[in-house]
């Protein structure tokens, strides 16, 4: 849900914010990316392209006390999994600092 007076999403009833940074960048990273698609079928002006730099670097951060539900590596390989087939209109450029295998070798 939008919450539109905070211009932020609820989730599970808990604003994005309450979040670690991790969740928040994978929410985040969600959000940009689907926004495209609906912006671009509901008629309105998107840019056809979402840039982003290591969207699950929060997520990874070894010094983090933040509980997480997915190991880093299985939450890393399913985003890269789904983003390498990902057909939506317009395009999706990743920055990413460290090698990610999409489980074909």
Known sequence: M??????D???ND???LSYG???RGIFLITLTIELMPHA???GNLHLDVVVTDSPLKAYADPDSAEERALPTRTLTDRFYAWLSTWSGPGQIVVGENKKISCGDG
Request: with cysteine; aromatic share 0%.
């Open 2 to 7: 939008l919450d539109t007076g905070e211009c």
């Open 9 to 11: 999403l609820v989730i």
């Open 14 to 16: 808990c604003a994005r």
């Open 21 to 23: 940074a991790g969740k």
């Open 40 to 42: 671009l079928q509901a």
